[in-house]
Antibody, heavy 121, light 108 residues
Framework: EVQLVESGGGVVRPGGSLRLSCAASGFTFDDYGMSWVRQAPGKGLEWVSGINWNGGSTGYADSVKGRFTISRDNAKNSLFLQMNSLRAEDTALYHC??????????????WGQGTMVTVSS | EIVLTQSPGTLSLSPGERATLSCRASQSVSSSYLAWYQQKPGQAPRLLIYGASSRATGIPDRFSGSGSGTDFTLTISRLEPEDFAVYYCQQYGSSLITFGGGTKVEIK
């Protein structure tokens, strides 16, 4: 079964850091670009960051550029998001999502259930 | 950044009726790289349409997508009870991926 399972969410103070992980199974991980997409409570979807199949190309939304870093470990079938200098507006459910091919610039065919990040003092 | 504007914000219809959802882009979407998603409460989004008009795996043929350039449409030919949900469009024609604000399809 194709599956994405996120972990690492929690409650953190403004200015703090958190590292999210996404474990992939049921498919050849290094054949696909991956992204993080978030959804603030009661709000719509926002693409956060993406990475191509070998990590050679990454992209970020303007709202997180310079604070978040996406990476992947193909040997461990895992995707990561290092989040620094967190702000209240980063509070959201963070989903990892898989594209259809090598690039992260794609439609998202597979989604994880998400991990919740709450930034609050 | 390509801004996607979805309309209407809410669509109130009865089962069996036809639903027409609009997604308008602030600039032309390259190669019709436009997707549609369905999201129900407490669930992850589900891909319905990619490439503006290609149905994703397992999606019933009552869902169809059309359009090009800056104007795109998702049509649900006959609403089933399980189709009442929020729908989002997404463009991936530029490396700065963006989503629309969503259209809620509710039971009238």
């Amino acid at each position: 079964e194709v599956q994405l399972v996120e972990s690492g969410g929690g409650v953190v103070r403004p200015g703090g850091s958190l590292r999210l992980s996404c474990a992939a199974s049921g498919f050849t991980f290094d054949d696909y670009g991956m992204s993080w997409v978030r959804q603030a409570p009661g709000k719509g979807l926002e693409w956060v960051s993406g990475i191509n199949w070998n990590g050679g190309s990454t992209g970020y939304a303007d709202s997180v550029k310079g604070r978040f870093t996406i990476s992947r470990d193909n040997a461990k079938n895992s995707l990561f998001l290092q989040m620094n200098s967190l702000r209240a507006e980063d509070t959201a459910l963070y989903h990892c999502a898989r594209g259809r091919a090598y690039s992260y610039v794609d439609s998202f065919h597979i989604w994880g259930q998400g991990t919740m990040v709450t930034v609050s003092s | 950044e390509i801004v996607l504007t979805q309309s209407p914000g809410t669509l109130s219809l009865s089962p069996g009726e036809r639903a027409t959802l609009s997604c308008r882009a602030s600039q032309s979407v390259s190669s019709s790289y436009l997707a549609w998603y369905q999201q129900k409460p407490g669930q992850a989004p589900r891909l319905l349409i990619y490439g503006a008009s290609s149905r994703a795996t397992g999606i019933p043929d009552r869902f169809s997508g059309s359009g090009s350039g800056t104007d795109f449409t998702l049509t649900i030919s006959r609403l089933e009870p399980e189709d009442f949900a929020v729908y989002y469009c997404q463009q991936y024609g530029s490396s700065l991926i963006t989503f629309g604000g969503g259209t809620k399809v509710e039971i009238k």
